[in-house]
């Protein structure tokens, strides 16, 4: 069972998006990028939040 991502990662993203603000360094904005898309998975086509799949 996967779960969706939890308040930590808005955090995170947030953090590695002003890193890339500061630094320039296109590794944070890659891993803002995944981590955005990441999340938007787990949001289906009716704009609802998934919590959870099994597979």
Wanted: charged share 20%; net charge negative; glycine share 8%.
């Amino acid at each position: 069972m996967l779960n969706s991502p939890h308040g930590w990662t808005s955090w995170k993203i947030y953090a590695a998006y002003y890193l890339y603000l500061l630094t320039g360094k296109a590794e944070y904005l890659k891993d803002t990028m995944d981590t955005m898309g990441a999340c938007a998975q787990c949001i289906d086509d009716e704009g609802v939040l998934r919590w959870a799949y099994r597979a």
